[in-house]
């Protein structure tokens, strides 16, 4: 178990208490969602600690090469998915978004687990960092709106552009993965 799979680890346990945390958070909404709010922050931000840690120290591995797109997948997908029951965020953020986003991940997660079993590693690109940052954003929005900047107008419209943003960049990059990865797969 190396740093930066027991950073994934902790990512990955973290993101569960905040989906446990958004799941019941009508019982003290304001404190509840604040804290689910700080807990996807730091699952967010620590994304780039352990893949700092791997490069650092050398201790790529295939485990962690799978667990931790997995575990941005799972935190953005659960917050999107539980932010849908926190009032006024379904209508700023459609559920059909969320469903392209889900598919998505899930073809995408299909087709590297294609790739890794014919022993063809399949990074992420430069498409997809930005898909990631962009969902995040959208997650972050999605349950920060409705305590911190709940009736203003800004707020809502910033939340409705990232869901049409995250949209976009979901779609832009699942083609090209998709491409990219009929081209190696095809080759080999």
């Known amino acids: 178990m190396t740093l930066a799979n027991k950073i994934t680890l902790a990512r990955f346990l973290l993101s569960l208490v905040s ?13 509840l969602i604040t804290i689910a709010y700080v807990l996807f922050l730091v699952v967010a931000l ?4 352990d893949g700092w ?21 799972i935190s953005v997908c659960g917050t999107l998915i539980l932010s849908q029951r ?9 559920a059909w978004i ?21 022993g063809i590693p399949f990074p992420a690109n430069l498409w997809g960092k930005v898909k990631a940052f962009v969902q995040m954003t959208l997650a972050a929005a999605s349950i920060m709106h409705p305590v911190l900047t709940a ?11 990232s869901a049409w943003g995250a949209a976009a960049a979901t779609v832009v990059s699942g083609a090209i993965y998709a491409g990219e990865a009929a081209k190696v797969l095809r080759s080999r």
Request: no cysteine.
């Open 53 to 73: 840690a791997a490069r650092r120290y050398g201790e790529i591995t295939e485990i962690g090469r799978i667990a931790d797109p997995m575990v941005d997948k």
């Open 151 to 161: 009736g203003q107008a800004w707020a809502e419209w910033f939340v409705r552009v």
């Open 98 to 118: 969320i469903v392209v986003i889900v598919v998505r991940e899930f073809v995408v997660s299909g087709i590297r687990a294609a790739a890794e079993a014919k």
């Open 19 to 31: 989906f446990a945390v958004l799941a019941v958070h009508e019982r003290s909404p304001y404190t």
């Open 46 to 49: 620590s994304d780039m600690l």
């Open 86 to 94: 926190i009032a006024g965020i379904p209508e700023l953020v459609p």
